[in-house]
Nanobody
Framework: QVPLVESGGGSVQAGGSLRLSCDAS????????MAWFRQVPGKKREGVAA?????????SYADSVKGRFTISRDNAKNTIYLEMSSLKPEDTAMYYC??????????????????????WGQGTQVTVSS
């Protein structure tokens, strides 16, 4: 099985932008729900954004990132993106790509519980300085 692989993290100043990528080549026919979570050392993993990849592509976001982050997909490349703008120091975290547990309804594809996701990437670090 080919694992999920995140890339695109780095260090930026507050107000800057980054685009994270998740290679989900092996998950196109395994699930219709993909998401991004993030984690700070010593704290639990926090849901950031999710996308239902069929039909109208419903997306959902944590309140803390609404209006600043956008989750999207490139179907041809089987890649999930997280575009981040107006970055804040509190966005600093390890960001993880997650794949849903099989096929789910759009309403149940949300960045809420990590128990809803079956597989995870290795993470990519995002550091935002003042």
């Amino acid at each position: 099985q080919v694992p999920l692989v995140e890339s695109g993290g780095g260090s930026v100043q507050a107000g800057g932008s980054l685009r994270l990528s998740c290679d989900a080549s092996d998950y196109k026919y395994r699930t219709n729900c993909m998401a991004w979570f993030r984690q700070v050392p010593g704290k639990k993993r926090e849901g950031v954004a999710a996308i239902h990849t069929a039909g109208g592509e419903r997306t959902s976001y944590a309140d803390s990132v609404k209006g600043r982050f956008t989750i999207s997909r490139d179907n041809a490349k089987n890649t999930i993106y997280l575009e981040m703008s107006s970055l804040k120091p509190e966005d600093t975290a390890m960001y993880y790509c997650a794949a849903g547990d099989g096929l789910v309804l759009p309403a149940y594809c949300a960045p809420v519980s990590d128990d809803d996701f079956a597989d995870w990437g290795q993470g990519t670090q995002v550091t935002v300085s003042s």
